[in-house]
């Protein structure tokens, strides 16, 4: 009979040790749904994609924000398989996509246009994949009945493209996608073209149908309200370069850079030279003093003496309503302080008038230039 040979003790650690790095890598990318790694990408010589890097959960709801020319568009094409990266990798589900053809990643987009064909009712527009796929009649109408209670069109089928108002044709456009059963469906910019009230009651739609069929969802615009109403994570970006991710409360509270906190949280941004003369604090030169509009509070009488803020003396100079709040410019010294004040507040504030104004320490946020 041949000996069982026994296996030292030292080799044996490494293995479990081995073992264990390999298992937690298979968890992370359990975790992490979608991996953009070290993405780059040019058209020509302009550089739009800067060795981008980041995430996605199963079933999160995330958002690509910037500016107009950030890059945030050409990487959700990217990510469809509408461009191609000159660098990097993307993995779905644990396995690298990054050159398979855009129809078999099993990912959908809708885009800004609608993209429905005029010739077709609001039920063939719907069911077009499906029968391009060969689904049985009884498949489709059950497919296509559920897509269309989602979106609240039911008793629309019938209708065509043009008897639809903007908002009918993009809820179609996203029954086109949902029908297909994506394994994640992208959002550029859908609500771009539609007027602001109802572009809000099409956020909450597409959140409303997001929790419930609980499916990964990427979505793009430059609007930071939007981001901020319907976003698990925010991306944010700006020159081809992932500035900061982070929920929207963090991205917002707690901005990394001065991009950051000028871009969605319409922070004051004032040179350090500029806020440490107005409030006599030792900011220098070659810093930037970020803080909220709504974190500044303003007073007809001075405070008194506090060593937890900054204080000032100021002169409204204008004012505008902004639903809810007020926004106040406060001019102090050849500087403008923005500080927003709610629309129901007992105080109102008119142009000319001196005011004393105080910001929280702990409010401040201090940038190298």
């Not at 901020?228 to 925010?234: A, E, L």
């Not at 901005?255 to 030279?273: D, E």
Request: aromatic content about 8%.
């Amino acid at each position: 009979m041949n000996e069982m040979r026994q296996v030292p003790a030292i080799t044996l650690g490494r293995c479990l040790h081995q073992y264990a790095e390999i298992s937690s890598l298979q968890n992370d990318q359990l975790s992490n749904f979608i991996e953009l790694k070290n993405i780059q990408k040019s058209f020509g010589t302009n550089l739009v994609l800067r060795d981008v890097s980041l995430s996605v959960g199963k079933g999160e709801f995330v958002t690509f924000l910037g500016p107009s020319g950030c890059g945030k568009t050409t990487l959700l094409r990217c990510l469809a398989g509408l461009e191609t990266v000159d660098r990097g990798l993307i993995f779905l589900d644990g396995t690298d996509i990054t050159y398979t053809p855009a129809n078999r990643r099993g990912i959908h987009m809708l885009f800004q246009q609608y993209c429905l064909f005029p010739t077709m009712d609001v039920f063939s527009n719907v069911s077009f994949g499906l029968r391009m796929a060969s689904r049985s009649k009884p498949e489709v109408r059950k497919a296509v009945g559920q897509a269309l209670e989602m979106v609240d069109l039911i008793g629309h089928e019938k209708k065509y493209p043009h008897q639809l108002s903007g908002g009918e044709q993009q809820r179609t456009a996203l029954a086109r996608c949902l029908v297909m059963n994506p394994r994640v469906l992208l959002l550029d910019e859908p609500f771009s073209a539609i007027d602001a009230k109802l572009r809000k009651e099409l956020q909450l739609y597409l959140k409303r149908i997001h929790r419930e069929l609980h499916m990964t969802s990427v979505f793009v615009t430059h609007d930071q309200e939007e981001a901020m109403r319907i976003s698990d994570t925010i991306h944010l970006f700006n020159l081809g370069r992932l500035e900061q991710s982070g929920t929207p409360g963090d991205v917002y509270a707690a901005p990394k850079t001065a991009f950051v906190a000028g871009f969605i949280g319409s922070y004051n941004l004032l040179q350090g030279s500029d806020f440490g003369r107005i409030t006599e604090s030792g900011f220098s030169s070659d810093q930037l003093a970020a803080f909220r509009p709504e974190a500044v509070r303003i007073s007809p009488v001075p405070f008194g003496p506090d060593d937890g803020f900054h204080q000032a003396r100021g002169r409204i100079t204008d004012s505008i309503p902004q639903g809810n709040v007020t926004r106040y410019a406060v001019g102090v010294d050849g500087v403008t302080i923005n500080v927003d004040v709610l629309f129901n507040s007992s105080q109102k504030w008119s142009r000319g008038q001196d005011v004393f104004f105080r910001i929280g320490k702990e409010d401040v946020l201090a940038f190298k230039q």
